[in-house]
């Protein structure tokens, strides 16, 4: 890998509240210890451009963050995946509830503010559980799927779709060969 940097599309950070502000990052080795995390060198920069802002706007709007001790609140993690070819990027709310407190208005200001997120999707996961991501999905705004392209090969993206842009980042004769698989 030429740049260890900036090379993840996808950050899925838990949200909590740190002292009376929302926080959304990763838990600590063996813990549900939430580290707030306002960068992170190794995400494609869109990704925690996004991340940050709506986070900011959870605090702003005051959206129920979960509380994970006593099972109450509604957000939970957020999901933000960016396809690399296109630059469009997918934004996952995963919350314990179908509702969605403030949704208009948080909708309003990512069309506003972050032209580059073009799918907004629900989540829901209501079990008091290790697994982030529940059974329903659904769209709240644009499409249900990013668009993404590798030598040629054209990808649509749903929210829980697994792809992994290392290998071309390692090895740019990975795609190749992979499209061979796929033949």
């Known amino acids: ?107 309003m200001k990512i069309a506003e503010k972050l032209p580059m997120v073009v799918s907004v999707m629900q989540n829901i996961n209501a079990g008091k559980t290790s697994l982030i991501w529940g059974d329903q999905t659904t769209l709240l705004a644009g499409k249900p799927t990013i668009t993404e392209e590798l030598d040629g090969l054209v990808f649509d993206l749903s929210a829980r779709a697994f792809f992994q842009l290392v290998d071309c980042k390692i090895n740019p004769n990975a795609v190749r060969t992979k499209k061979i698989s796929f033949l």
């Open 1 to 107: 890998m030429t740049n260890p940097y900036e090379y993840r599309n996808k950050a899925q950070f838990q949200v909590r509240l740190i002292d009376g502000h929302v926080a959304a990052g990763l838990y600590k080795e063996n813990s549900h210890d939430l580290v707030d995390l306002p960068t992170c060198s190794v995400q494609m920069p869109a990704t925690m451009t996004v991340m940050r802002q709506v986070v900011a706007w959870l605090e702003e709007l005051q959206v129920p963050i979960y509380d994970e001790e006593h099972n109450s609140g509604i957000v939970k993690t957020i999901v933000v995946r960016e396809a690399a070819a296109t630059g469009e990027i997918q934004l996952v709310f995963i919350t314990n509830t179908p509702k969605l407190p403030k949704k208009h208005q948080l909708l």
